[in-house]
């Protein structure tokens, strides 16, 4: 019998939807953590910083809970770019993003007793030339708004990405292989139908 218990920090539902794919049981907890960070620092620590963060905030202090935090952004030409507040904004990012390569950087950290795992992925996401027309009707989707750099590959956005290099699963929100692998070292035990 499961005695241990696993927790998404997260309100995303795509982060949901990935632990959900490999049908792991878990709960959901979403935490509103304050998303500043120092401006000295690199894409993958923002990344790593905030989802310790995250995971930090919904954690009870019970050994035998582990929580998982994630978090995303997207980097063109050194600049971090969150979520679009408005369609100017969104405008300005997918115009930026088209034609050109951009990094998606996802971080994760694993939270349990006395123990934390953090990593970042990144990931090179080749969009295609965007036309004005084309940028204006993806942004009436209404599906920039929620996400990192104003597009997401999982939905009306995958028709913008000409192709990617990496883990299409952190781009998401989540690296789902390289997560459950770290879940394992940290002594969380996995279902059967995950390694046996
Ligand atoms: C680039 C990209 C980002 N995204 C999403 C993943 C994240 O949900 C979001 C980045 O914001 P995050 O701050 O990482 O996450 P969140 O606010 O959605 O959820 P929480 O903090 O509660 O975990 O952008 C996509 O869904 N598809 C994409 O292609």
């Not at 993806?138 to 997401?152: H, L, M, R, V």
Request: avoid cysteine.
């Amino acid at each position: 019998m499961q005695t241990q218990t696993l927790i998404l920090a997260s309100t995303s539902p795509r982060r949901k939807q990935l632990l959900e794919q490999i049908n792991l049981s878990f709960k959901v907890k979403g935490s509103h953590v304050d998303e500043q960070f120092e401006a000295n620092l690199k894409p993958d620590e923002i990344v790593q910083e905030l989802a310790e963060r995250k995971a930090r905030a919904v954690y009870n202090n019970e050994s035998d809970t582990f929580v998982i935090g994630s978090d995303t952004v997207v980097v063109q030409k050194g600049e971090v770019l969150g979520k679009p507040i408005d369609e100017d904004e969104a405008y300005l990012m997918l115009k930026n993003l088209s034609n050109g390569t951009h990094e998606v950087y996802t971080g994760v950290a694993i939270l349990t007793a006395n123990k934390i795992t953090r990593f970042s992925v990144v990931t090179k996401v080749e969009f295609w030339p965007l036309s004005e027309e084309e940028i204006y009707a993806y942004i009436q989707t209404g599906e920039p708004f929620d996400k990192a750099g104003g597009y997401g590959i999982q939905g009306i956005g995958a028709t913008l990405v000409k192709q990617i290099h990496g883990d299409y699963f952190a781009v998401m929100g989540l690296p789902i292989s390289q997560t459950i692998r770290e879940l394992r070292k940290m002594g969380y035990s996995l279902p059967h139908h995950l390694f046996g």
